[in-house]
Structures are given as structure tokens and as C-alpha cells.
């Protein structure tokens, strides 16, 4: 069994996108094991995107994912890192595959509706930054 995060970003929320995201995750046989509401100040977006903090992008995009609610989950299933990312689709909904997330939902690169782990050891860090271990139920 596997952990990941994933995050309904503010675009995602604000479109009303939240249960179609949980939806696409449940049925691929994914459990969701955390989940909460959240409003990132613009300093706990910046840390949790610090890998990028060198790429032109993040200025911007840590303004966008403190622009308002987002919801961010763990999720738990066989494979959940790659599960996730597949149903995500390609950074850019552009060059995502049709189906997914992004290239059904997305409006631009940046306003890409969802977030998800890339690895186990950014599962890992991403999971502890939004959660603590009470708020992770096993089932
Ligand atoms: N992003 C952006 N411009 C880019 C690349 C990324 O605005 O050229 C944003 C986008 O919201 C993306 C996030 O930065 O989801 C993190 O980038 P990453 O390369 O990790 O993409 P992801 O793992 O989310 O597919
Ligand atoms: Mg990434």
C-alpha cells in the first residue's frame, strides 16, 4: 500500500471541482484516508513548493495556490503515487492525454486544477506538511 497527496487547488475549488477530483480518485479504487479544507498563507505555499524555488514560475504560482481554498487529501491504494499523477494528466492540459484531469478540467499550465506527489519521499514531505498522524485514518 502506498501514500500520496493530492490537493485540489484554488481553481479547482473555486469551479466547483472538489467532488469531481475525490470522484475520479474513488473510482480508479483509490481511498481517500485524509482530507480537509485550507487556505495557504503565500509563506506556507512557498514551502511547500520550495523544490521550485529557483524556477521563473514560482512567484507566480505560490500567489495562485494562496489565492483561496484548497483541499488537500491523502490518498492510499496499490501504486497511489503513479494512480494519482495518471488521472492528473501532463502539467500542461494541453499536452495532457484526454480523460484526465487536467485536459478535461484545466484552464492553463499554471491554473491546473490538481496537485499530486511525484515520489515516495515527496509523499512523504507533502503528507506531513498538510497532515498530522491524527488526521490520517486508516479504514
Ligand atoms: N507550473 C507553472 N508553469 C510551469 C510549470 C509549472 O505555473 O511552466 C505550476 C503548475 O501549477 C504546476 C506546478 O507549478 O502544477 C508545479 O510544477 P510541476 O513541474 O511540479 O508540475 P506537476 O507535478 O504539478 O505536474
Ligand atoms: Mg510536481
Do not use: W
Request: aromatic content about 8%; overall charge positive; charged content about 30%.
Amino acid at each position: 500500500m502506498e501514500r500520496t497527496l493530492s490537493i485540489v487547488k484554488p481553481d479547482g475549488v473555486k469551479k466547483g471541482l472538489t467532488g469531481e477530483v475525490i470522484g475520479r480518485f474513488e473510482r480508479a479504487g483509490l481511498k481517500v484516508i485524509g482530507l480537509k479544507m485550507s487556505c495557504l498563507t503565500k509563506k506556507e505555499a512557498e514551502g511547500f513548493y520550495a523544490v521550485h524555488r529557483e524556477r521563473p514560475f514560482f512567484q507566480s504560482l505560490t500567489s495562485f495556490m494562496s489565492s483561496g481554498p484548497v483541499v488537500p487529501m491523502v490518498i492510499e491504494g496499490d501504486g497511489a503515487i503513479k494512480k494519482v499523477r495518471d488521472i492528473m494528466g501532463a502539467t500542461n492540459p494541453k499536452d495532457a492525454a484526454p480523460g484526465t484531469i487536467r485536459r478535461d478540467l484545466a484552464a492553463s499550465i499554471e491554473e491546473n486544477v490538481v496537485h499530486g506527489s511525484d515520489g515516495p519521499d515527496t509523499a512523504r514531505f507533502e503528507i506531513g506538511y498538510f497532515f498530522n498522524s491524527l488526521e490520517i485514518k486508516e479504514r
